[in-house]
């Protein structure tokens, strides 16, 4: 009994596997039993038989990718401290994952959104709540890292959470579509420079005074004509 137990989350975990690269290439919607059924050698009744549904399956498949990106790029995000750190740990993991992704047609989510947005139904349900706890996520580390002093409090943090969405998008076009090999150096430069723009007004003046009390104490250059 257990070894059909172990056997039959193999095999599931299998069909879930070829689904989800399959569906990046083609999409959730292009996702077929057919095309599972022929590349995995197996029955399409035993392609759906641990889903009992290809709505299921196709879910399943969207688990999955979200799965990968969480553990590539959130959870080196949560490792780091909460904040500033984390976000800096986050673009990091985040460019390395569009620079390198596992998927053949890049970034997943990002892919399934363009497909799903104006297709109702459970599984855009399912990406939205994903899209939405991701965005939340990211705006919970900038609000932790005003409260910490790190990003001025003035910042609206869905406005930066907008705009490294937004870059990482690009990113992920121009490596897919472009072939642009600078694109995700280019996406990271970006968003940390976006970070950078918003650090508190007060440690920006503060580093300009230290520059000025620096360059006051500097010795004066020799004056008059050299000996020749």
């Known amino acids: 009994m257990r070894k059909s137990v172990e056997e039959a989350r193999r095999t599931r975990e299998r069909i879930v596997e070829t689904a989800v690269h399959q569906a990046s290439g083609l999409g959730l919607s292009g996702l077929t039993i057919g095309a599972l ?134 990113a992920n076009q121009e490596i897919q579509l472009l072939g642009d090999e600078r694109a995700a150096p280019r996406a990271r430069r970006l968003m940390r420079t976006a970070l950078a723009a918003h650090r508190p007004q007060m440690q920006t003046q503060g580093q300009t005074q230290a520059r000025v009390q620096t360059q006051a104490q500097a010795p004066a250059p020799p004056s008059g004509r050299t000996a020749s």
Not at 44 to 57: D, I, N, Q
Not at 133 to 161: H, S
Request: charged residues 20%; glycine residues 8%.
């Open 37 to 170: 059924a022929e590349a995995l050698d197996m029955s399409k009744a035993g392609v759906v038989g641990p889903f009992g549904s290809r709505a299921e399956l196709q879910l399943s498949a969207l688990d999955r990718a979200v799965e990968m990106f969480t553990t590539a790029v959130v959870a080196p995000g949560r490792a780091a401290e909460p904040g500033l750190a984390c976000l800096h740990a986050v673009i990091d993991a985040w460019c390395d994952y569009l620079a390198d992704s596992p998927f053949p047609n890049g970034c997943f989510v990002t892919a399934a959104s363009c497909e799903l947005d104006g297709r109702p139904g459970e599984l855009r349900t399912r990406l939205q709540d994903v899209v939405v706890r991701w965005r939340r996520f990211l705006a919970e580390q900038i609000t932790t890292a005003q409260t910490a002093g790190d990003l001025d409090p003035r910042l609206e943090p869905e406005d930066l959470v907008s705009l490294l969405s937004g870059l990482a998008m690009a």
